[in-house]
């Protein structure tokens, strides 16, 4: 199939509910609305295809960039070409999208998480420290290497931007649950940074404020 052929049927699968609730949370207004359960059946169909997969991220549609991650080779893609396809973006969810599925298999991951963790672009420091909780989640760093992390957060976690906010913070709790030996100094300085204490949340959803994200996520691991 082609771009303009998969276009079509996006444009046939959109929901007006999803798009109106993309729209709300950042994304723009070249959106349709595709449930991720359709976008996930025609990526099965389509399989990789690295060339496709650009033309439908140029295209600059929220699904079709959705469907771009699902059917990307990310060995093909170089660094330059990775720094270009993040450097537009402005939804949340399409960056943290892009890093989980594209950028943190890329030989440079790493280059680019330094990178763009120390920039002074919300989009940038979102992706870069996504990447970081990547490597965290991994369960491989070591303890300096933490330390330095936490350092890092406790000094800029209040003052950074919103969206690299929120992943700075995903970091603070990722070392919180994955790493046992940081787990009480970890919630110690959720409580006295005091980042999302006040954020509401929808009942039976787990709050962003460190000590309870942290808490769910031990217990759930424990289950």
Known sequence: MTK????AILCDLGNE?????????????NTYGVLLGELRKLANQLKTNH???LELWQSGNTDAQWLSCMLSDTKKLTLDEVRSMVSPL???DMIDKFVCEVVSRHKDADILAEEWSASGKD???RAGWNLIVHK???GKLTNNALEELLTTIEAELQTATPGKQWAMNHALCEIGIRYPQFTERCIALGKT???YRDLKVSKGCTSAYAPDWIAAGIKKRKN
Do not use: C, D, F, H
Not at 17 to 29: C, L, P, V
């Open 51 to 53: 060339e496709l997969a």
């Open 90 to 92: 402005t939804y949340p």
């Open 123 to 125: 989009n940038l420091g």
């Open 4 to 7: 303009n052929e998969i276009l």
């Open 136 to 138: 965290i989640s991994g």
């Open 193 to 195: 940074l005091g980042v």
């Open 17 to 29: 509910k999803r798009k109106q609730m993309y729209i709300k949370n950042g994304a723009g207004e």
